[in-house]
């Protein structure tokens, strides 16, 4: 079992590592879709995975 401090940072890592790749991005971003990134809650996991199955 992962112990709940290396948990949250495990989170944040993955949370900046989407940012990063957000705000570096080769492709230029929508505005609205960017809005909806930063202001709406959303899994950090399920995120990741989006990025990560992207071509």
Do not use: C
Not at 28 to 33: D, F, I, N, S, V
Not at 37 to 52: C, D, E, G, H, V
């Amino acid at each position: 079992m992962i112990e709940p401090q290396r948990l949250s940072q495990l989170t944040r890592g993955l949370l900046y590592a989407i940012a990063n790749y957000r705000i570096h991005s080769p492709v230029p971003l929508e505005a609205e879709e960017d809005w909806k990134f930063w202001t709406q809650p959303r899994s950090a996991f399920r995120y990741a995975q989006k990025i990560l199955t992207m071509k």
